[in-house]
């Protein structure tokens, strides 16, 4: 084969992972849209705080250790011992679930019935708190996060597809991360298990009643703030995962919060209130600026990959406004 | 006791209109107007004109800008970093083309190149509403930021890709440019401030703006009752834009002196502008100068306090910030989510009464 039809292969396949990676932050955003309306803008950062939250843990660092220090003037930093990956990731799991309770006792209750617009600024208030709370809580540096998934490019591929192009030409096979591999099978395992949750649980069902129609939902006795507490939660729990994968491939920093940046455009294309939307639009996203990146991008100055999704995203929405999944808009005076 | 229109006898039409009914406002905005142009060029210093003043008048602006669009019209904007980084190109291309043409005229066409731009990205607020346009609105603030990143001739070719703003004089006075003095350069912005404020004022509650407000309210409604939708959203977009154009080269010539785009205009810029509305109150022209005011002074007196006077390191310092700004805003929301403004409007309907409220 010709290395340039190998080359676009490749691109499109680290597209379409990469594409999972960005449908796992979206995912979070689409839970919490359908149940409660709110454009959880704080979503990224979420994905954040689980991961120091995870990373501390693991490590045994003191939580504000900066603070406490300035304040005291004393000299804590880490308490001494490692926790192993799986219990640090139940108790960041912990965090998570206390985290949604307080957001919703605290946030949530005191906002029900406002404009979705208030509600979203509420969310962004969230995040900068979050941030801050994060920093001070674990420091601000930037922490490896290792929860003993494979990395690097698989030498097996490598090797494989090194034969495939034609003789004579300099091709050294395709480079394929395999935590992104890890990532896809795990973003794979996420829908399904949140599918079959939702279908055939009694919270489940409560769930999308809640999603239908709030006042109906209410009116047979489904308790709003439960439902709220449990979707938050869901949430934060799909929030670590994409903390892990994110901080395991980039390092845990500040960046890691504008991921949700990044989910944005595939929301918009696949809709704010489908699963499945979530995931297609993320692929369409990925491999889209991949390629675009790939065959466009050195021609007019590279970089692309920060707004190519935003407009991809914008020429779909002319066309079909709701997104590619979203519910139809029904508008009446 | 002062406060009340008992007495306050209106003769004509224009006088029942005013925008200051009541004797009592009236001379409090001359006499705020009166201290602002004559007595603070007097006792201005460096310190107050970088770290409060000039920032203060400049996200006023930017905030009657994007509250025109999202406070009176209804469609919420994330783009306006983009285009304050628009208005601030188009500055810097006009000052280094037409060194001659005065910098009152610089600004102005900067707003107006930016309305341009504005009005291109306003299209699709035809056929996306509600937060898809939010998001869609972060197109144009990713890519105005990319393309001026990327493209050498906005920047006039400079090695470091930063774009710095020459002296430019008006009377003989610099206002631009490292040389210029304090009390310069804040008349200077005082007075776009005043003028497009005023404007603003008027325009809202004029035919246009109720234009824009039955859009916001409900827009088949309004379609219905003959707002052409088409020409509302896109003057709604074009002003507002214009606004944000006027911030951003002002921004870049009199404030910062020398901007690089991704640092200067980035997506925080964004949000900071919209925090300014939503803290002072959407749809209204004074609760955009208090928003902009009270996120201008927090971080200030927040540094004052933790760095200064505490001695806590900086970077904690920051972190806090962080921490009680997103406190304050969610705070904000719960206790009076239609801003400061209208706490104000609530302190004067109690003031109208006092100190007999029965």
């Given at each position: 084969?010709?290395?340039?039809?190998?080359?676009?292969?490749?691109?499109?396949?680290?597209?379409?992972?990469?594409?999972?990676?960005?449908?796992?932050?979206?995912?979070g955003?689409?839970l919490i849209?359908?149940a409660s309306?709110i454009?959880n803008y704080a979503q990224?950062v979420m994905?954040?705080f689980a991961?120091?939250?995870?990373?501390?843990?693991?490590?045994?660092?003191?939580?504000?250790?900066?603070?406490?220090?300035?304040?005291?003037?004393?000299?804590?930093?880490?308490?001494?011992?490692?926790?192993?990956?799986?219990?640090?990731?139940?108790?960041?799991?912990?965090v998570m679930i206390l985290f949604a309770f307080l957001v919703e006792r605290y946030i949530l209750k005191h906002l029900v019935?406002?404009?979705?617009?208030?509600l979203?600024?509420a969310t962004i208030g969230l995040a900068f708190f979050m941030?801050?709370f994060?920093?001070?809580?674990?420091?601000?540096?930037?922490?490896?996060?290792?929860?003993?998934?494979?990395?690097?490019?698989?030498?097996?591929?490598?090797?494989?597809?090194?034969?495939?192009?034609?003789?004579?030409?300099?091709?050294?096979?395709?480079?394929?991360?395999?935590?992104?591999?890890?990532?896809?099978?795990?973003?794979?395992?996420?829908?399904?298990?949140?599918?079959?949750?939702?279908?055939?649980?009694?919270?489940?069902?409560?769930?999308?009643?809640?999603?239908?129609?709030?006042?109906?939902?209410?009116?047979?006795?489904?308790?709003l703030r439960a439902i709220w507490v449990i979707v938050w939660a869901i949430a934060g729990f799909?929030a670590?995962?994409?903390?892990?994968?994110?901080?395991?491939?980039?390092?845990?920093?500040?960046?890691?919060?504008?991921?949700?940046?990044?989910?944005?455009?595939?929301?918009?294309?696949?809709?704010?209130?489908?699963?499945?939307?979530?995931?297609?639009?993320?692929?369409?996203?990925?491999?889209?600026?991949?390629?675009?990146?790939?065959?466009?991008?050195?021609?007019?100055?590279?970089?692309?990959?920060?707004?190519?999704?935003?407009?991809?995203?914008?020429?779909?929405?002319?066309?079909?406004?709701?997104?590619?999944?979203?519910?139809?808009?029904?508008?009446?005076? | 006791?002062?406060?009340?229109?008992?007495?306050?006898?209106?003769?004509?039409?224009?006088?029942?209109?005013?925008?200051?009914?009541?004797?009592?406002?009236?001379?409090?905005?001359?006499?705020?107007?009166?201290?602002?142009?004559?007595?603070?060029?007097?006792?201005?210093?460096?310190?107050?004109?970088?770290?409060?003043?000039?920032?203060?008048?400049?996200?006023?602006?930017?905030?009657?800008?994007?509250?025109?669009?999202?406070?009176?019209?209804?469609?919420?904007?994330?783009?306006?970093?983009?285009?304050?980084?628009?208005?601030?190109?188009?500055?810097?291309?006009?000052?280094?083309?037409?060194?001659?043409?005065?910098?009152?005229?610089?600004?102005?066409?900067?707003?107006?190149?930016?309305?341009?731009?504005?009005?291109?990205?306003?299209?699709?607020?035809?056929?996306?509403?509600?937060?898809?346009?939010?998001?869609?609105?972060?197109?144009?603030?990713?890519?105005?930021?990319?393309?001026?990143?990327?493209?050498?001739?906005?920047?006039?070719?400079?090695?470091?890709?930063?774009?710095?703003?020459?002296?430019?004089?008006?009377?003989?006075?610099?206002?631009?440019?490292?040389?210029?003095?304090?009390?310069?350069?804040?008349?200077?912005?005082?007075?776009?401030?005043?003028?497009?404020?005023?404007?603003?004022?008027?325009?809202?509650?004029?035919?246009?703006?109720?234009?824009?407000?039955?859009?916001?309210?409900?827009?088949?409604?309004?379609?219905?009752?003959?707002?052409?939708?088409?020409?509302?959203?896109?003057?709604?977009?074009?002003?507002?834009?214009?606004?944000?154009?006027?911030?951003?080269?002002?921004?870049?010539?009199?404030?910062?002196?020398?901007?690089?785009?991704?640092?200067?205009?980035?997506?925080?810029?964004?949000?900071?502008?919209?925090?300014?509305?939503?803290?002072?109150?959407?749809?209204?022209?004074?609760?955009?100068?208090?928003?902009?005011?009270?996120?201008?002074?927090?971080?200030?007196?927040?540094?004052?306090?933790?760095?200064?006077?505490?001695?806590?390191?900086?970077?904690?310092?920051?972190?806090?910030?962080?921490?009680?700004?997103g406190l304050?805003?969610v705070g904000?929301l719960i206790?009076?989510?239609?801003?400061?403004?209208?706490?104000?409007?609530?302190?004067?309907?109690?003031?109208?009464?006092?100190?007999?409220?029965?």
């Amino acid at each position: 084969m010709d290395p340039v039809v190998l080359n676009t292969l490749e691109v499109i396949l680290n597209g379409l992972m990469a594409g999972v990676m960005y449908s796992l932050v979206a995912l979070g955003f689409v839970l919490i849209f359908k149940a409660s309306g709110i454009f959880n803008y704080a979503q990224g950062v979420m994905a954040l705080f689980a991961a120091l939250t995870l990373v501390g843990l693991q490590t045994g660092q003191v939580p504000f250790a900066h603070l406490i220090n300035a304040i005291f003037g004393t000299q804590l930093h880490h308490f001494g011992w490692e926790l192993p990956s799986i219990l640090a990731i139940l108790g960041s799991m912990a965090v998570m679930i206390l985290f949604a309770f307080l957001v919703e006792r605290y946030i949530l209750k005191h906002l029900v019935n406002q404009e979705p617009i208030i509600l979203f600024m509420a969310t962004i208030g969230l995040a900068f708190f979050m941030e801050g709370f994060g920093d001070l809580m674990w420091g601000a540096d930037i922490k490896k996060l290792d929860v003993g998934l494979p990395q690097g490019g698989s030498f097996w591929l490598e090797e494989q597809t090194a034969g495939w192009a034609s003789e004579g030409s300099d091709y050294y096979g395709m480079y394929i991360d395999v935590l992104d591999v890890w990532a896809t099978m795990i973003a794979v395992a996420l829908v399904v298990a949140l599918t079959l949750f939702s279908q055939y649980t009694k919270t489940g069902r409560a769930l999308r009643a809640v999603a239908d129609d709030h006042q109906a939902a209410l009116s047979v006795g489904i308790s709003l703030r439960a439902i709220w507490v449990i979707v938050w939660a869901i949430a934060g729990f799909v929030a670590l995962v994409a903390g892990i994968m994110w901080g395991a491939k980039l390092g845990v920093q500040f960046s890691l919060s504008l991921i949700a940046l990044k989910a944005l455009p595939v929301l918009m294309l696949g809709g704010f209130t489908s699963i499945p939307g979530a995931i297609v639009g993320g692929l369409i996203i990925g491999v889209g600026e991949k390629l675009f990146e790939f065959a466009i991008g050195p021609m007019i100055g590279g970089a692309t990959e920060n707004w190519f999704a935003y407009m991809l995203a914008l020429l779909f929405l002319v066309f079909r406004p709701q997104g590619l999944f979203g519910d139809k808009i029904i508008e009446r005076v | 006791m002062f406060y009340r229109e008992a007495g306050d006898f209106k003769t004509s039409y224009p006088a029942d209109a005013a925008t200051f009914p009541i004797a009592f406002d009236r001379w409090r905005y001359f006499l705020v107007i009166g201290f602002a142009f004559l007595v603070v060029p007097f006792i201005i210093n460096d310190y107050w004109e970088k770290a409060i003043l000039l920032p203060f008048l400049i996200y006023a602006l930017a905030a009657i800008g994007l509250n025109i669009l999202t406070g009176y019209c209804g469609q919420v904007s994330l783009g306006t970093g983009g285009f304050m980084a628009c208005g601030a190109f188009a500055c810097y291309k006009l000052m280094t083309a037409f060194p001659d043409l005065n910098i009152f005229f610089i600004i102005l066409l900067s707003g107006g190149i930016t309305a341009c731009v504005g009005l291109l990205f306003g299209l699709p607020s035809l056929r996306i509403k509600g937060f898809y346009l939010a998001v869609a609105t972060l197109a144009a603030q990713f890519f105005l930021v990319w393309l001026f990143n990327k493209v050498p001739w906005f920047y006039n070719y400079s090695a470091t890709g930063q774009i710095t703003a020459p002296e430019r004089t008006i009377f003989g006075v610099a206002v631009t440019g490292p040389e210029s003095p304090a009390w310069a350069t804040y008349l200077f912005c005082l007075v776009f401030v005043f003028v497009f404020a005023w404007v603003a004022r008027n325009l809202t509650r004029g035919r246009n703006g109720r234009e824009w407000m039955a859009i916001r309210d409900m827009d088949i409604a309004a379609e219905i009752i003959g707002v052409n939708p088409l020409k509302a959203k896109l003057t709604a977009f074009a002003v507002s834009s214009f606004y944000v154009g006027l911030a951003g080269a002002l921004f870049f010539s009199v404030y910062l002196g020398a901007a690089e785009v991704g640092e200067a205009f980035n997506i925080d810029k964004s949000f900071l502008v919209l925090f300014m509305i939503i803290i002072g109150g959407l749809g209204s022209i004074f609760g955009s100068f208090v928003g902009a005011a009270f996120m201008v002074l927090l971080p200030v007196l927040l540094k004052n306090t933790l760095v200064g006077s505490l001695g806590w390191p900086s970077d904690l310092a920051q972190h806090l910030q962080l921490l009680i700004v997103g406190l304050l805003i969610v705070g904000f929301l719960i206790v009076e989510p239609h801003g400061l403004a209208q706490l104000w409007r609530l302190a004067k309907e109690k003031l109208r009464l006092w100190p007999f409220p029965h």
